[in-house]
């Protein structure tokens, strides 16, 4: 579900990024609108758009961090080995 979520808001953040670059081309401005105020609005909507990625990021996690610390508590912990490496590393080890 978030991921879905995710994706569909980047997919639109992306068609309005690119909205001024469309509107230039279908519509014949000036030099001014072309290299001025179309590349202006780009960048403006390119930053908005990332600011509001970082925050559903945040929003989206936050709720994924309530959900593991909830489950978090229920869970056992169980002992896991050592990884093989550092038990040949290891003093009581035959290889020197």
Do not use: G
């Given at each position: 579900m978030?991921?879905?979520?995710?994706?569909?808001?980047?997919?639109?953040?992306?068609l309005v990024i690119l909205l001024p670059l469309v509107i230039n081309l279908i519509v014949k401005g000036d030099i001014v609108w072309s290299f001025i105020y179309?590349?202006?609005?780009t960048m403006l909507a390119f930053i908005l758009a990332v600011y509001l990625d970082?925050?559903?990021?945040?929003?989206?996690?936050g709720t994924t961090d309530h959900f593991t610390k909830h489950t978090a508590a229920k869970t056992p912990i169980r002992k896991i080995n050592q990884p093989l490496i550092t038990r040949?590393?290891?003093e009581h080890?035959?290889?020197?």
């Open positions: 978030t991921c879905r979520l995710l994706i569909t808001y980047r997919l639109l953040a992306a179309a590349p202006i609005f970082d925050k559903i990021v945040e929003s989206l996690q040949f590393k290891s080890c035959c290889i020197k």
